[in-house]
Every structure is written in C-alpha cells, then in structure tokens.
C-alpha cells in the first residue's frame, strides 16, 4: 500500500550536522521526497504538532524543544519532508527507531544520534508520523497543498480576500 508521511529533521538533527547523514539512512527504503522545506517552527505550530501531548508535564519543554529555542540561531528550525512510498510509515519509522533513543536499535537513526537530557527530554533528531490518521494531519498542519509535488489529498480552491503574504520585493 502507497502511503505519504512526514520526516521532520529536528533542531538537535541540525545543530549537530547530522542531515547528510539522516538523509542518507533514510534513503535505504528507497522512498519518494515529495515535499521539502526549511521551517522556522512559532509555537502556534509547535503546540499544534504535539497536540496529544498538552496534558503531560513535560509539554512546555517539548515546544520550546521542536521550535530550537535552546539551541538559538541558526539551529532554530527544522526540515521537513513528505515521503511516499509502499508501507512508508512503517519502514520509516523502523529506520529511525525508537522515540526513546535509550531504547532505539543502535543502527537506527535515534539509536545512534539521538539521547535524553538531563530534564528528560527525547532530543531524538527526527520525527516520523506514527499511522496514516496522524500522517494526513501532520503533513496538511506543515504543508500547504502546492508544496507538495504529487497530489495525495483532496483539495478544493477558495479565493481569499485581504490576505496578507510576504512576496519576493
């Protein structure tokens, strides 16, 4: 089965140059990229991330985490893809491992760059979408429909009015 999910290459990821090297593990599955971007993470977008996660005492850490506020410039963002591909979600997430880095295969992505700080925080370099429910949210929260090359959801056209966007001077 064809499925999309999205790779997230966390600020930790960036700030110890380990995007060549993610990129290139992830490549064994053979997969498709087809959507990429650089993300400068607001916390609207963050707390939108982790949801799920609101209730648990650790949620304010993981925002500030995923936005690289403790990292500062130019460590403060993060790279996003879509991929897709047969079984996508699944193989990907075997190739980046466990979220506990302690508890990941030492080949997998988060077993081998990833570790807890000292407040018990995952920096665990990436973020992989963990069904296909999750997958559709995920990407349609960090992705607008033309960023992506193929078509993978319905969309629809509106014609909005008095938007405000940044254009090229």
Same mark, same amino acid.
């Given at each position: 089965?064809?499925?999309?999910?999205?790779?997230?290459? +966390? *600020?930790?990821?960036? +700030?110890?140059?380990?995007?060549?090297?993610i990129?290139?593990?992830?490549? !064994?599955a053979?997969?498709f =990229? =087809?959507?990429?971007?650089?993300? $400068?993470v %607001?916390?609207?977008?963050?707390?939108?991330?982790?949801?799920?996660?609101? %209730?648990?005492?650790?949620? %304010?850490e993981?925002?500030?985490?995923?936005?690289?506020? =403790?990292?500062?410039? *130019?460590? %403060?963002?993060?790279? #996003?893809?879509?991929?897709?591909?047969?079984n996508?979600?699944?193989r990907?997430?075997?190739?980046a491992? #466990?979220?506990?880095? !302690?508890e990941?295969d *030492?080949?997998?992505?988060?077993? #081998?760059?990833g570790?807890?700080?000292?407040?018990?925080?995952?920096?665990?370099?990436?973020h992989c979408?963990s069904? +296909?429910?999750? #997958?559709?949210? !995920? =990407? $349609?929260?960090?992705? $607008? *429909?033309?960023?992506i090359?193929?078509?993978?959801?319905?969309?629809?056209?509106?014609?909005? !009015?008095?938007?405000?966007?940044?254009?090229?001077?």
């Amino acid at each position: 089965m064809i499925e999309q999910l999205l790779i997230l290459v +966390k *600020p930790d990821g960036i +700030k110890k140059s380990l995007t060549g090297n993610i990129l290139t593990k992830l490549s !064994e599955a053979r997969m498709f =990229i =087809i959507g990429a971007k650089a993300v $400068k993470v %607001d916390k609207k977008l963050a707390e939108e991330h982790y949801y799920q996660l609101k %209730d648990k005492p650790f949620f %304010d850490e993981l925002v500030d985490y995923i936005q690289g506020k =403790i990292y500062g410039e *130019p460590w %403060d963002r993060v790279l #996003a893809f879509v991929y897709q591909g047969e079984n996508a979600i699944l193989r990907m997430r075997q190739i980046a491992g #466990a979220t506990n880095p !302690e508890e990941a295969d *030492p080949v997998s992505i988060r077993g #081998a760059y990833g570790r807890i700080t000292t407040k018990g925080v995952y920096e665990n370099v990436v973020h992989c979408s963990s069904s +296909k429910l999750e #997958a559709e949210r !995920e =990407i $349609k929260l960090w992705f $607008k *429909p033309e960023e992506i090359v193929n078509p993978i959801y319905s969309v629809k056209k509106v014609t909005i !009015e008095k938007e405000e966007r940044i254009i090229w001077a």
